[in-house]
């Protein structure tokens, strides 16, 4: 690529339900970004503790110990109502409490213990933790602040969830350059893949099959020289790993029951651990037929062991297996196209190594080999890194043009309460469809326009995103004054209506994005402040630990003088100040080991060292004396 826009650097952060991953491109291909553990995925958990928060691999290293204030799965709740059935299902598994959000048309809120404190948390807020982190993982990387992102989503999200996952960037601070849809991501990935080495073909049909942790998603993508359609989007955002694990859970913790006859169903923290040995073992099961799970003291003192095997795993999650088939013929025929007609089947998602899976979707297709060549796990974030590049002002000899779609159709409700879809799903974006409205009663001066997304004929049936008002309307007859309603959708797939009465200035407009059940402006202002002030002590807290850790590094450099050789020559009254000093830091440390004031620790390492430093280096000056004379040097050699 060459050429750099004012908005670089941009990042492509996949944002999972139980992974995430971020990329950016370099040097003529997109570098997947390593976390500080070296991990190049970040598991999608926010976790806290009396003392501090923790994100990714830290957050759910002590999920055993701290179920109840340890977050997951939140992309299952972002944009969601409390109310909704997938959200009271998965309520129930959780070990955290989700309640209901006052005022806020049953949004739901998160409730943890921090810092002793009960504090509540939106899903925006617990996903914006994660895209910090995201960000914050770039910025070591590149070595410079990093603004600018384009974040995926999965393909089936509505326009609450896409809007809610925006917010999230905004509350960590990004500029979300473009929302755009998992499988066209890592179609972009696939098709850059294909360009990169040069294959001459002509355009191809790609069918994107993208099974993650929490949500599925298949795309049917026209794949020209200089360009990629999606031609339908089909799915499910509640269905993934996730899910699989519940059922190796609810499996294991039937079988304890009948072992021990004692429930662990209540218990907040033997779950997560059984749910933890359950995911180990989902992932062991694609390589091999069988495998088993040991927990120590489970329960109470009980300790618990059992197998499982490929087929019994199979068995307990066929009818899931089976739902995963039914959107790829749906998408099929909303593309208007048979089996034969696609090229290609691209396998996205870390679900898509289970076996059964593979070998459904083989048989699906009459025994067409799969294609297996991306990253199952870095694909979309790869995709999203080539977007943003593109987006910033880079221009590659792959470059193309995205054309996405909706996902779900859109209209409002007409008087008789039915669906009067005025853009229908599957349809390219950006978008701008009208539709005319006459008065249904006379001299009627004022028209409600509610909006809906989804595909029941009942407007009330479908998704609810928001209602205005158009007023002002010259009295007349029914059926003499019109109302010209546009629905408008922008490249992030968010919707805009507009209501305008026909042969007057008389309009009105309205945002999704300002439907009550999503976040106001001052709302995320807030939540902005509120995130700035968690990272600040995120970073405090990473000077207390690394100012402990000079001094306790300290600490042990001195034992380890004082176990060597030269220690016995030094006079008894220092060997003595040494030893009382070391001491009392090493009693100071076990009192102090909770500490908060980076000043403490790093005035007890100047204190000590300026006890021990003069002697050590008075004992090396005098070592070097000795070493300079060739006889001392001798009899020094013989005594070591």
């Not at 913790?253 to 033997?270: L, M, T, Y």
Request: charged share 25%; glycine share 6%; aromatic share 6%.
């Amino acid at each position: 690529m060459e050429g750099k826009g004012g908005e670089w650097p941009a990042i492509g952060i996949d944002l999972g339900t139980t992974y995430s991953c971020v990329g950016v491109w370099q040097h003529d291909h997109v570098e997947i970004i390593t976390n500080n553990q070296g991990n190049r995925t970040t598991p999608s958990w926010v976790a806290f503790t009396l003392n501090e928060r923790l994100v990714g691999e830290a957050a759910k290293n002590q999920a055993g110990l701290n179920p109840t204030n340890t977050i997951h799965d939140v992309k299952r709740l972002i944009g969601r109502r409390f109310t909704e059935e997938t959200v009271q299902s998965d309520i129930k598994l959780w070990p955290f409490k989700v309640i209901s959000f006052p005022h806020k048309d049953n949004k739901p809120l998160i409730v943890v213990t921090y810092k002793g404190e009960e504090k509540h948390f939106t899903a925006e807020e617990i996903s914006a933790m994660i895209l910090m982190k995201m960000k914050e993982t770039a910025e070591v990387y590149l070595g410079t602040e990093v603004k600018n992102a384009v974040i995926t989503v999965p393909a089936y999200f509505n326009d609450l969830q896409r809007q809610a996952t925006k917010d999230a960037g905004t509350i960590a601070g990004i500029n979300v350059m473009r929302i755009i849809n998992e499988p066209t991501a890592a179609a972009i990935a696939y098709g850059l893949e294909k360009k990169a080495v040069e294959i001459k073909e002509a355009a191809k049909n790609v069918l994107v099959f993208d099974l993650g942790g929490g949500t599925f998603d298949v795309s049917v993508v026209h794949l020209a020289k200089d360009s990629f359609e999606v031609k339908a989007i089909s799915g499910n955002t509640h269905l993934g790993g996730g899910d699989f694990d519940s059922r190796l859970v609810s499996h294991f913790v039937a079988e304890f029951k009948r072992k021990h006859n004692q429930d662990i169903s209540g218990n907040p923290r033997a779950l997560a651990r059984l749910r933890a040995a359950c995911e180990r073992a989902k992932r062991t099961l694609s390589s091999t037929t069988e495998t088993s799970i040991q927990l120590d003291c489970l329960y109470e003192t009980i300790d618990f062991s059992s197998t499982i095997s490929r087929a019994r795993f199979e068995k307990l999650n066929m009818d899931l297996f089976s739902d995963v088939m039914d959107p790829v013929e749906k998408c099929l025929k909303d593309a208007k196209m048979e089996k034969e007609d696609i090229h290609e089947v691209v396998c996205v998602g870390g679900s898509t190594r289970i076996p059964k899976v593979q070998r459904l979707l083989k048989d699906l297709f009459h025994g067409k080999e799969l294609c297996n060549n991306l990253n199952p796990d870095e694909a979309v974030a790869c995709g999203a890194a080539i977007h943003a590049a593109i987006l910033s002002g880079f221009r590659h000899k792959g470059c193309f043009l995205l054309v996405d779609i909706t996902p779900l159709s859109l209209g409002t409700d007409i008087y008789n309460g039915d669906m009067s879809v005025i853009i229908p799903r599957n349809t390219p974006i950006p978008t701008k469809m009208v539709q005319n409205y006459i008065t249904a009663r006379d001299n009627q001066t004022i028209m409600g326009i509610s909006v809906y997304e989804g595909e029941r004929l009942i407007a009330k049936d479908n998704n609810f995103l928001g209602k205005f008002d158009l007023c002002g309307i010259n009295p007349a007859p029914k059926g003499v004054a019109a109302v010209i309603v546009s629905f408008e959708i922008d490249e992030n797939g968010i919707l805009i209506v507009t209501a305008k009465e026909k042969g007057t200035t008389n309009k009105n407009q309205m945002t999704i994005t300002n439907h009550r059940g999503n976040l106001s402006s001052k709302e995320i202002d807030w939540m902005v402040k509120e995130a700035k002030k968690y990272r600040a002590e995120d970073m405090e807290k990473q000077k207390v630990a690394t100012a402990k850790f000079n001094l306790e590094i300290y600490v042990s450099k001195m034992w380890d003088i004082m176990s060597g050789q030269f220690w016995k020559k030094i006079v008894m009254q220092d060997k003595n100040m040494i030893e009382d000093a070391i001491e009392q830091t090493i009693q100071w440390l076990d009192w102090n080991h909770d500490a908060t004031d980076t000043c403490k620790f790093e005035d007890k390492l100047t204190g000590l060292k300026n006890i021990c430093d003069p002697v050590i280096a008075k004992m090396h000056q005098n070592d070097s004396h000795l070493r300079g004379d060739p006889q001392n040097r001798a009899n020094l050699d013989k005594t070591n």
